[in-house]
C-alpha cells in the first residue's frame, strides 16, 4: 500500500491541504489582529483627540491657567472625565513624569513607565498589553500641549477584552469552517481519488494474470477518458496477442497433422503400391512357370496382371494430381464462366450417365469466380463421376448452380447406397475407400484431391449423407461486372438426356 499510487496521491494531497490550511489560518490571524489593533489605534486617537478638547475647555471655564499648575487643579475632573466618558483608567502627569493623579491598576505600571518616555520625548505611543484570560490592555500616552507650550502628560488604560474575545471567537469559527471545508475536500479527493486508481489497480491485476497466461481477463470500464481509452487498448491488445496465440497453436497443430498426414501419406502410398506389384510379380512368376497348363488359369491371371496394372496406372496419375497440388509451380487464376464449364462438363459426363442408365438433370444459373481452370474442371469432373459412380441404376442425378450472397453454388445431388458411418467421418482424408468389393481398385483419392482444390480457392466443400446424398461446394464469387457484360444464355435452365 505504501507504494501505491493512490497512497502517495492521498499523502501528497493531505500534506498540499495541510499546508494551505496553516498558512491560510496564520494570513487570516493576521488580518484580523492587525484590524483589531488599527481599530484600538483610531479608538485611542479619537480619546485623545476628545480629552485634548476637554481639558482645554475646563482650564478657560475655570479661568484657570493653561499650565502645569491648571492641569494639576483639574486633574481629578480629567480622571472621572475618562472613565465616565470613555470607560477607562487614566493618570495625569506633570512635565516631569511625576504623577499628579492616577487610576491606573498596578499591573501595568511597567507598560505605563515605557510609553510615559515616549510622551516626554513628545510622542504619543500605544502599547497593547495580552494577557492569559483573553484580555487586551491599551495603554495609551500622548503629551498634552496648549499653544505650544507642554504642560504635562495624559496616561490612559482601557481594557478591550469584549473586543478581543469577540475577534477570537470570528477567527476561532472560520479556522473550524476552514477545518470542515478541508476534511470535505480530503474526503471527496479520496473518493475521486479511488475512483481513478480503481480501475488502475483492476488493470494491473488483469495485466499480471495475462503475464501468467491466463487470456481470459476481461475489463469492462466505462468512459471516455484516458484510463478507460488505455483499458479499451489493452483489451484490444490482449485479444490480439490471444488470436494469435491460438493462430500460433493452430499452425503448431497443423504442422503436426501434416507430419502425421505425411507419414500416412507415404506409408499408404507404400501399401498402395506394393499390393499390385506383389499380384503382379506372383502371376507373372507363375505365368513363365513352364509347368502351368490350365488355360483358364492362364486367362485369369493375365486379367489380373491387366487389372493390377489399371489400378497403379490409376493410383499414378492420382499421386501425380496430389503432387501437382502441392507444386511450386501454379496455374494462372483467371475468371471462369460457371455457367458456360459446367454446362460443357455435363454435356460430356453425360455420356459416362447413360452407360448406366442414369439421367443427369442440370439447373445452372450464370456465374463467375476467379481460380484455375483445370482445376475447376478436376473437381467437377471428380464429384459428378462419384454420383454416377454410386448411384442406383435408373435414378436421376442433378447437378444445380446458383450464386448466393457472395458465393457460387454448386450441388450434385443423386440417390445411392448411405455412406457408411466409418468411411463418412473422415471421407476427405487420402486413401480412404467405401467398404464395396468394387472399390478395392480404387486409389482412395478422389475426394481428398477435389477438398484441396476447393481449399485453394478458398472455399468449402461438404458432403449430406443418407439415401440422398448432397455435395454441395460454395466458393467466392468474383464481385466484378463480368456478369452484366455476358450474352445472355437462354433462359430455360433445364435439360434431360434420354
Known amino acids: 500500500m505504501g507504494r501505491s499510487i ?26 484580523f489582529e492587525t484590524k483589531l489593533e488599527n481599530s484600538i489605534k483610531n479608538s485611542m486617537r479619537d480619546i485623545m483627540n476628545n480629552s485634548r478638547e476637554y481639558i ?28 465616565s466618558t470613555h470607560n477607562c483608567n487614566s493618570q495625569i502627569r506633570n512635565i516631569r513624569g511625576e504623577i499628579i493623579e492616577s487610576n491606573i491598576g498596578y499591573s501595568i505600571r511597567g507598560a505605563t513607565e515605557k510609553v510615559t518616555k515616549a510622551a516626554l520625548d513628545g510622542k504619543a505611543i500605544v ?43 470570528i477567527i476561532d469559527m472560520i479556522t473550524f469552517v476552514e477545518t470542515g471545508i478541508f476534511i470535505i475536500i480530503f474526503i471527496l479527493a479520496f473518493v475521486f481519488t479511488s475512483k481513478i486508481v480503481k480501475p488502475i489497480t483492476i488493470l494491473t491485476k488483469e495485466v499480471k494474470r495475462i503475464g501468467e497466461g491466463d487470456y481470459e481477463a476481461f475489463l469492462d470500464i466505462k468512459g471516455h477518458d484516458e484510463i478507460a481509452i488505455l483499458s479499451k487498448e489493452f483489451m484490444d491488445m490482449k485479444d490480439k496477442i490471444k488470436s494469435q496465440i491460438d493462430t500460433i497453436n493452430r499452425e503448431k497443430e497443423k504442422v503436426q497433422r501434416l507430419e502425421e498426414g505425411r507419414r500416412e501419406f507415404f506409408n499408404n502410398v507404400t501399401h498402395e503400391l506394393k499390393t499390385p506389384l506383389t499380384a503382379i510379380s506372383g502371376y507373372s512368376q507363375m505365368l513363365l512357370d513352364k509347368n502351368v497348363k490350365d488355360s483358364e488359369f492362364r486367362k485369369r491371371a493375365i486379367k489380373r496382371i491387366y487389372m493390377e496394372s489399371e489400378r497403379m496406372h490409376r493410383l499414378v496419375l492420382d499421386l501425380i494430381s496430389v503432387s501437382r497440388g502441392m507444386s511450386v509451380l501454379e496455374e494462372e487464376t483467371q475468371a471462369i464462366d460457371m455457367q458456360r464449364i459446367l454446362k460443357e462438363i455435363c454435356d460430356d459426363m453425360n455420356i459416362k450417365a447413360q452407360k448406366y442408365h442414369l439421367e443427369l438433370y442440370i439447373d445452372i444459373q450464370e456465374g463467375f469466380i476467379l481460380g484455375k481452370i483445370s482445376k475447376i474442371r478436376q473437381l467437377i469432373i471428380n464429384i459428378i463421376d462419384n454420383a454416377i459412380k454410386y448411384s442406383f441404376s435408373g435414378e436421376k442425378i442433378l447437378v444445380k448452380a446458383f450464386k448466393k450472397e457472395d458465393y457460387f453454388i454448386i450441388e450434385v445431388i443423386n440417390r445411392g447406397e448411405k455412406i457408411p458411418k466409418e468411411v463418412y467421418i473422415n471421407i476427405f482424408d487420402p ?4 467398404l464395396k468389393e468394387s472399390e478395392e481398385y480404387s486409389s482412395g483419392l478422389g475426394l481428398y484431391i477435389c477438398n484441396e482444390i476447393v481449399k485453394q480457392h478458398n472455399g468449402q466443400i461438404e458432403i449430406e449423407n443418407g439415401e440422398v446424398i448432397k455435395v454441395k461446394i460454395k466458393i467466392p464469387s468474383l464481385r466484378n461486372n463480368l456478369e452484366t457484360t455476358k450474352a445472355r444464355m437462354e433462359k430455360s435452365k433445364c435439360y434431360y438426356w434420354s
Open 127 to 169: 502599547n497593547l498589553q495580552y494577557s492569559d484570560d483573553n484580555e487586551i490592555y491599551s495603554v495609551f500616552a500622548y503629551p498634552l500641549y496648549y499653544e505650544e507650550k507642554f504642560i504635562g502628560i495624559i496616561n490612559i488604560s482601557k481594557n478591550y477584552g469584549d473586543l478581543y474575545r469577540e475577534n477570537k471567537k
Open 6 to 31: 493512490k497512497f502517495k496521491f492521498i499523502l501528497g494531497l493531505s500534506i498540499i491541504l495541510l499546508l494551505s490550511g496553516i498558512t491560510l489560518n496564520i494570513l487570516i490571524r493576521q488580518v
Open 431 to 434: 486413401f480412404v475407400k467405401g
Open 56 to 83: 482645554g475647555y475646563k482650564l478657560l471655564m475655570n479661568n484657570l491657567p493653561i499650565d502645569e499648575e491648571g492641569l494639576k487643579i483639574i486633574s481629578y475632573d480629567i480622571l472621572y472625565y475618562f472613565t
